[in-house]
């Protein structure tokens, strides 16, 4: 295997540390014990800082065609790993093996691969100056050492978009994963240090959220990376102060659907961004806002789409989609969903928990109509395979419950239109607007992440962007009149 799942990486090497206690690694398809990691302390917290300020130092030195090499090194680890690493993390996470799993670890490889080329062309540029004799250069420096905490959803990809670009510019980190999957992030961390990073450049820390906030705390952290829900992001914020920060923190991604839209492409964009990882996705199809005049038409067709959805084992090459993670995430839908029932709303499918699985957090795909904007489900992410279907009678009604929300991830809208099209691109409050394609598009290298005026944080996460965030810009002014040749 790559990797230990009872150790932790401290200082470039495997070590058991001083941990207060073990964490259970829970497989939410099952219900068994798939693994125990140990629980950082606070000397483990120290140990993990002093290891990455000495790995700053040396990351800071490593040229960036050397970074890059070794990036390409961690990847093609990780591909040689590939079976047993998605095996892994469907053990962890519960997403369907061969729908999900097997291409989480492609797209994480590619993370590294991204990384690794941009770092080679991190440019800046040479300034004019008002006086001839001085030239004006900038130039990029690494942020230091970095703490990223990472959430549950995506234990390898969302991982993968902080640590490659970290080590790419020359920074070095202390990891917190998610104590519900920390198994494939410890993998990344061993993958890198296989690869041939210094020691100290990458540290993995388990914990629960009393060691994040230690890490987001500690003096001897400089910057910090961090996805996950609003609500940690903002206290992350008012700890962290004047360190620097890239913050990606929750969604509630509506779908729009004019009357002028390919029906049959926008229910399937519809039913697979509901689905996707069990809806447990920051992208998530949370919302889908339909024109009056092709509503009927377009809830026949998802409930059509809806047919081909195969809830059950994740380890199934038919099953597209698995369990919940956890039972908070459980708990949360059904609260949702009891809301919608109060309400009289229409629940087409789904609505409970399904029984005969091993455990209580397989949801099926709950499709719910007539919702309006007092609901849970619409004004709340809910984070579960759940299509809430909200009617509107013109673009401007469109725009207006679209951005009735105080998150602004990304947004869909199905059009066969370029000017209304771009209406929507201008009007909608997301930091990522998608035409004629599912709120769960993603590819490893645009910009990514929240809008202004929502609460879904700041920075861009997503090829070059990532690595701009990543690293601080510097300018040096020299007069070079009175400079020696």
């Known amino acids: 295997m790559l990797q230990t799942p009872h150790d932790q990486l401290i200082a470039g090497r495997w070590t058991r540390g001083t941990a207060t206690g073990e964490i259970p690694v829970q497989n939410p398809a099952t219900g068994e014990t798939v693994a125990t990691v140990p629980e950082a302390d606070d000397a483990d917290v120290d140990a993990a800082v002093a290891a990455a300020i000495d790995g700053a130092t040396a990351m800071e030195s490593m040229p960036p065609f050397e970074r890059a090499a070794t990036l390409h090194a961690a990847a093609d680890i990780l591909d040689a790993h590939r079976a047993e690493l998605a095996r892994q993390l469907t053990d962890e996470q519960g997403k369907p093996l061969h729908a999900e ?12 691969r991204w990384a690794a080329e941009e770092v080679k062309r991190l440019e800046t540029p040479v300034l004019p100056g008002a006086d ?19 959430p549950w959803n995506f234990p390898m990809n969302i991982p993968a978009e902080l640590i490659a670009p970290c080590l790419a510019g020359g920074n070095s980190c202390v990891v917190k994963p998610s104590e519900l999957t920390p198994l494939s992030t410890a993998a990344i961390a061993h993958a890198c240090t296989e690869a041939g990073f210094p020691a100290g450049a990458i540290n993995v820390l388990h914990g629960t959220g009393r060691t994040g ?3 987001v705390a500690h003096p001897g952290v400089d910057a910090i990376g961090f996805v996950g829900s609003h609500e940690t992001a903002e206290a992350i914020v008012r700890t962290a102060g004047l360190k620097r920060t890239l913050i990606e923190a929750s969604g509630n991604g509506p779908q729009i659907v004019l009357d002028d839209a390919d029906l049959r492409a926008a229910a399937q964009a519809a039913v697979f961004g509901a689905t996707f990882t069990s809806g447990q996705c920051c992208v998530a199809t ?5 024109q009056e005049g092709v509503h009927a038409q377009l809830l026949e067709l998802v409930m059509e789409e809806a047919e081909a959805i195969r809830l059950g084992d994740p380890l199934e090459e038919s099953t597209n989609l698995g369990p919940l993670n956890n039972e908070a995430v459980a708990a949360k839908m059904d609260r949702h969903v009891a809301d919608a029932r109060d309400r009289g709303l229409a629940i087409l499918s789904g609505g409970t928990r399904s029984d005969g699985f091993p455990t209580d957090l397989y949801y099926p795909l709950t499709v719910v109509d007539g919702v309006g904007t007092d609901a849970l489900l619409f004004c709340d992410e809910t984070f579960g395979p759940v299509l809430p279907i909200t009617t509107f009678a013109d673009d ?33 409050r997301a930091g990522s607007i998608v035409v004629n394609d599912s709120t769960d598009f993603w590819e490893p290298h645009p910009p990514f992440g929240g809008a202004s005026r929502t609460r879904t944080g700041w920075g861009r996460i997503g090829g070059k962007y990532t690595l701009l965030d990543m690293t601080d810009l510097r300018t040096a002014v020299i007069d070079v009149e009175k400079t020696r040749d």
């Open 101 to 112: 799993s097997l291409g989480e670890l492609d797209e994480s490889a590619d993370i590294f």
């Open 132 to 150: 001839p004799h001085k030239k004006v250069l900038t130039f990029r420096k690494p942020n230091g050492v970095y703490a990223l905490i990472t």
């Open 213 to 215: 906030a230690a890490l």
């Open 286 to 290: 949370e919302r889908l806002l339909v």
């Open 396 to 428: 401007a009604e469109a725009l207006r419950l679209a951005n009735d929300s105080h998150l602004g991830l990304q947004a869909a809208v199905f059009t066969s239109s370029l000017k209304r099209a771009f209406r929507f691109v201008d009007g909608l």
